[in-house]
């Protein structure tokens, strides 16, 4: 199994940063693409970002060139840095994790428990 942790969220003004960050642990024999999603109320959930473990890179449209995902191999964690929040970049936010729990066959996807973060005008 995969556990995925996540902290780093908040309340925060418009146009100011936060920093997500989700650790991996448990037992796995690799991770494939990490990656962060968001769900508003009455909203189904969103792709925020995403980063193949050879280091490809994913943004939602509405996120570019205000938000930056990376991540450390070596930590099993990836991290959110969201800049210039608007508030309707507030949602909850749920990292994803594709893993694999054996030397070969197809990754499984993992959820984190999600974390709030709220962008007040």
């Known amino acids: 199994q995969v556990q995925l942790v996540e902290s780093g969220g908040g309340l925060v003004q418009a146009g100011g940063s936060l920093r997500l960050s989700c650790a991996a642990s448990g037992r796995f024999f690799s991770i494939n693409a990490m990656g962060w999603y968001r769900q508003a109320p009455g909203n189904q959930r969103e792709l925020v970002a995403v980063i193949a473990s050879g280091g490809r890179i994913n943004y939602a449209d509405s996120v570019k060139g205000r938000f930056t995902i990376s991540r450390d191999n070596a930590k099993n964690t990836v991290y959110l840095q969201m800049n210039s929040l608007k508030p309707e970049d507030t949602a909850v936010y749920y990292c994803?994790?594709?893993?694999?729990?054996?030397?070969?066959?197809?990754?499984?996807?993992?959820w984190g428990q999600g974390t709030q973060v709220t962008v007040s005008s």
């Open positions: 994803n994790a594709a893993a694999s729990t054996q030397p070969v066959g197809i990754p499984a996807g993992y």
